[in-house]
């Protein structure tokens, strides 16, 4: 596992338990820094993602629920939910990766660590996001 991936599952882990207890991304981070070793090498890539998703998140969210047709984003499923809140983060704010890798790479993640039918559905939202999103200017 390259550590991009292993990063992005990282913060997968300390979005969710922002989900879960409703505490800040730094607080998350550092606890999940005491408890778990983060991945030597990818601790910057974490903290980018993690503090980008909670920057960002209400302008992800909005593009998101726009998206998500017959859906309110509240009935997704959690970690369906933040797996593509950091792809719908690295689509629109980081140029230097390109979306077809967050899509990608979105849906590994949801194949490990969700359903075998969220792929197909994150598959679908990223892919009407990169066709329909535009980027932010940095």
């Given at each position: 596992m390259g550590l991009r991936r292993k990063?992005?599952?990282q913060a997968l882990q300390v979005l969710y338990a922002g989900?879960?207890?409703?505490?800040?991304?730094g607080e998350n981070?550092?606890?999940?820094g005491a408890n778990f070793s983060l991945?030597?090498?990818?601790?910057?890539?974490?903290?980018?993602?993690?503090?980008?998703v909670e920057e960002h998140r209400?302008?992800?969210?909005?593009?998101?629920?726009?998206?998500?047709?017959?859906?309110?984003l509240e009935r997704i499923t959690q970690v369906?939910?933040?797996?593509?809140?950091?792809?719908?983060?690295?689509i629109l704010?980081?140029?230097?990766?390109?979306?077809?890798?967050?899509i990608n790479e979105a849906i590994e993640i949801a194949k490990r660590f969700s359903t075998a039918q969220s792929g197909k559905f994150i598959n679908g939202i990223l892919d009407r996001?990169?066709?329909e999103g535009t980027r932010e200017e940095n």
């Open positions: 990063a992005r599952e989900e879960m207890n409703g505490s800040p991304a981070l550092a606890d999940f991945a030597p090498g990818s601790e910057e890539f974490t903290r980018r993602l993690v503090f980008g209400e302008r992800i969210d909005g593009s998101l629920a726009i998206l998500v047709k017959n859906w309110k369906d939910r933040v797996i593509l809140r950091i792809a719908a983060y690295e704010f980081e140029p230097d990766i390109p979306p077809a890798v967050s996001l990169q066709l």
